[in-house]
């Protein structure tokens, strides 16, 4: 298990909680290197933040050509529309 002293967690408690969030990895919290019977548990892991684009593909099936054809047209029918501004007032 990891330990984190208590000024370290107070200089940097979101970077530690995301840590833990993130990883799913305990954290027991020191004062002057002596355990405090304090623990930084999450009830859940998180998803990773980054995922590689390989590891998200993995499991997804490619789009038909069908598919693709009609994605591709709606991308393109995008490029048609008009673009305005939401603050000009007319």
């Known amino acids: ?4 002293g208590t000024r370290d967690l107070k200089q940097n408690p979101n970077s530690v909680i995301q ?4 990883t799913g990895e305990e954290f027991e919290i020191t004062a002057h290197g002596h355990a405090t019977g304090v623990r930084l548990v999450p009830t859940h892991a998180g998803p990773a933040r980054w995922v590689r684009g390989d590891v998200l593909n993995a499991d997804e099936p490619g789009l038909t050509p069908a598919e693709a ?3 591709l047209a709606d991308v393109d029918d995008t490029f048609d529309d008009e ?3 939401p603050w000009d007032r007319r």
């Open 19 to 22: 840590r833990v969030l993130e």
């Open 69 to 71: 054809d009609a994605w």
């Open 83 to 85: 673009v305005t501004d």
């Open 1 to 4: 298990m990891n330990t984190i």
